[in-house]
């Protein structure tokens, strides 16, 4: 799942993009010396982007690239907060009927 792969990426103090491959849309995430520093998925970017991803239960494929480095915000924020595993919650997936395509477009 995509927490274990940003929990590697930063205990492993990665920089690079992470880019997975959802159905609906790919995911990009930028990590800089561990720190996760951007995230976009569809028209959505930085939190309310990772937060999306973290919730799609797909069986996507990803690839990490250390030579795509981060890019540079107009506004340096730091690193994104990746928020708590959920206990219980909705989980998206291709058969659940939800259209993420339209949720993320």
Known sequence: PL???IDTLRAQQKTG???VEFTASPATFHFRRG???DAQLGGLRGPEALTLAL???DDAAFNFNPLVTPPLAEK???ELRV???PDSGLKLNAA???DIATTIA
Request: aromatic letters at 4%.
């Open 55 to 57: 919730s799609i239960e």
């Open 96 to 98: 659940s009927g939800c």
């Open 35 to 37: 720190a996760l520093v």
């Open 17 to 19: 993009r992470l880019l």
């Open 83 to 85: 928020p708590p595993r």
């Open 76 to 78: 340096q924020e730091g």
């Open 3 to 5: 927490y274990e792969l």
